[in-house]
T-cell receptor, first 116, second 109 residues
Framework: AQKVTQAQTEISVVEKEDVTLDCVYETRDTTYYLFWYKQPPSGELVFLIRRNSFDEQNEISGRYSWNFQKSTSSFNFTITASQVVDSAVYFCALSAFSSNTGKLIFGQGTTLQVKP | DGGITQSPKYLFRKEGQNVTLSCEQNLNHDAMYWYRQDPGQGLRLIYYSQIVNDFQKGDIAEGYSVSREKKESFPLTVTSAQKNPTAFYLC????????FGEGSRLTVL
């Protein structure tokens, strides 16, 4: 069975602090996709990144970076120099490596509050 | 602007009533999805459709029904058989990257 665990329910930081959101997954598939989505107060989920299972290179996009470690089944997300606008719920998700990657298994979400 | 439009944003329903949530997309995506979000449980897949006139059950389809008569539209009906319908419902379209609507919050009175 596939499962995604985000053990951190809520995180609160002060602006400019770095923060890491943890994601651990379980799957028996040898190939799969991992995702991060952001849900601001408006409600819609916003795509942040997709990573396939055979690409373990870390990725950096501005203040965001992702650390994928297949050996520990983790796909952690770090925000550097956090800002108030980063306050949102963040979801990690997993899908099979098939044509229909919209069938996602989501983690429980981590609520990030960045205080000024 | 291209995107996903869900309506209504808020909906109240009495027990025993069916209610239909609307989802329209102008992104020309073949695949559309309905997810349910409950506090502390993340999102769970209700139904999905990869092509017009075809749809499949997701992980929690009981008490729900859908139709896909047009590529742009994928309405979700929450039937009276759904035992705990109060939730936040999100529609999405796409494939390798999903685009989501702003959701519909259903409350059963």
């Amino acid at each position: 069975a596939q499962k995604v665990t985000q053990a951190q329910t809520e995180i609160s930081v002060v602006e400019k602090e770095d923060v890491t959101l943890d994601c651990v997954y379980e799957t028996r598939d040898t190939t799969y996709y991992l995702f991060w989505y952001k849900q601001p107060p408006s409600g819609e989920l916003v795509f942040l990144i997709r990573r396939n299972s055979f690409d373990e290179q870390n990725e950096i996009s501005g203040r965001y970076s992702w650390n994928f470690q297949k050996s520990t089944s983790s796909f952690n997300f770090t925000i550097t120099a956090s800002q108030v606008v980063d306050s949102a719920v963040y979801f990690c998700a997993l899908s099979a490596f098939s044509s229909n990657t919209g069938k996602l298994i989501f983690g429980q979400g981590t609520t990030l509050q960045v205080k000024p | 602007d291209g995107g996903i439009t869900q309506s209504p944003k808020y909906l109240f329903r009495k027990e025993g009533q069916n209610v239909t949530l609307s989802c329209e997309q102008n992104l020309n995506h073949d695949a559309m999805y309905w997810y349910r979000q409950d506090p502390g449980q993340g999102l769970r897949l209700i139904y999905y459709s990869q092509i017009v006139n075809d749809f499949q059950k997701g992980d929690i389809a009981e008490g729900y029904s859908v139709s896909r008569e047009k590529k742009e539209s994928f309405p979700l009906t929450v039937t009276s058989a759904q035992k705990n319908p109060t939730a936040f419902y999100l529609c999405a379209s796409g494939g390798r990257e999903l685009f989501f609507g702003e959701g519909s919050r259903l409350t059963v009175l």
